[in-house]
């Protein structure tokens, strides 16, 4: 087992104790019951109960990896209906998957995660995929709720054959919101998300849905017309930005989409437009758990209220989702 990241400490608990790398290796990697009581416990947090017949007692059937009811003989197991339903992973190997994935600070590429796991790379491509989609699960239940918001429309993705940047280009267009704890001061969370084009009605939609409005809130912005849609919801102050004064408005929220660009690049060495929003909903989860300490726990409740997603039906939603939005599915 490869240990390179054994120097780093996450936290792991809602208490606030940390867990590094080693440290995880010796209480989950190393040992298959503490596994599979972690899975027990996110499947039955209040004991085993038999949902056929209600019994509370039962087998452990090795053989067949899964739970018998004493009473009925029902088999359960620990991942029906869930994401990892088709799971083949062991769950050593599964959970320690998991735990790099959602405690890597800078993300971590497939390639590295196959090493680590010592899986082959379209294993470790298919749970990065459903840990994003655990995060975008996460993500969708989430709405921005302060006095004071940064907004822009970014792009990302290779440059135009054409040389073109900013509007009119043929770069993926993402709309960003930060929520600060001041006016351009003290980041608190983010929202992102793919859209088709900078226009005023699809920034308005997205606002609806995600972000808290009143006359008395503030929404700093860079000038764009497309956030004039909202000056009846929101204190807008839209105006050109010097970006060589020092200390200018929206610092943090450039910070953050520099910084986005260079996590597709660097990590993940580009990204396929078909695959850019869950690439998104990555980076916006990691940003707004930059504070987490109960990553464990959350991994429990992720996996508990997901749904079956095999390979197959993951790649046909991506698809569809894709052809919806006018992005390339090749």
């Not at 992102?192 to 808290?212: M, R």
Request: glycine fraction near 4%.
């Amino acid at each position: 087992m490869n240990y390179r990241r054994n120097n780093k400490r996450f936290s792991v608990t809602g208490r606030g104790e940390y867990l590094s790398t080693s440290d995880f290796i010796v209480k989950y990697y190393t040992n298959l019951d503490a596994c599979r009581k972690f899975f027990f416990d996110m499947k039955w947090p209040t004991g085993y109960y038999c949902e056929k017949c209600g019994c509370t007692h039962y087998y452990f059937m090795k053989s067949k990896n899964c739970y018998r009811c004493a009473h009925c003989k029902h088999d359960e197991r620990l991942f029906t209906n869930t994401i990892f339903q088709d799971n083949k992973l062991p769950l050593n190997v599964l959970l320690y998957g998991l735990f790099l994935i959602f405690t890597s600070k800078k993300g971590i590429s497939s390639l590295e995660l196959s090493e680590e796991l010592k899986v082959n790379y379209k294993t470790a491509c298919l749970l990065q995929t459903k840990a994003r989609i655990l995060m975008k699960n996460s993500n969708s239940k989430k709405s921005l709720d302060s006095s004071f918001y940064e907004s822009d429309v970014a792009y990302t993705g290779a440059p135009s054959h054409n040389g073109k940047r900013g509007l009119g280009t043929d770069k993926q267009p993402f709309l960003v919101v930060l929520s600060t704890e001041q006016e351009n001061k003290y980041p608190l969370y983010i929202k992102l998300h793919e859209i088709s084009s900078d226009s005023g009605n699809i920034i308005q939609a997205f606002f609806d849905q995600y972000v808290k409005m009143s006359n008395e809130r503030k929404l700093n912005t860079d000038g764009k017309s497309t956030y004039n849609i909202l000056k009846t919801r929101l204190q807008v102050i839209n105006e050109v930005i010097d970006y060589d004064k020092e200390d200018h408005r929206l610092y943090f929220l450039n910070k953050i989409i520099s910084n986005l660009n260079q996590y597709l690049l660097h990590v993940y060495h580009g990204v396929s437009k078909r695959m850019l929003p869950l690439y998104y909903c990555e980076y916006e989860w990691r940003f707004n758990h930059r504070k987490c300490r109960s990553i464990m726990d959350k991994i429990k409740n992720y996996i508990t209220q997901s749904g079956v997603a095999t390979r197959k039906m993951i790649r046909v939603s991506v698809d569809q989702y894709a052809m919806a939005r006018g992005l390339e599915i090749s």
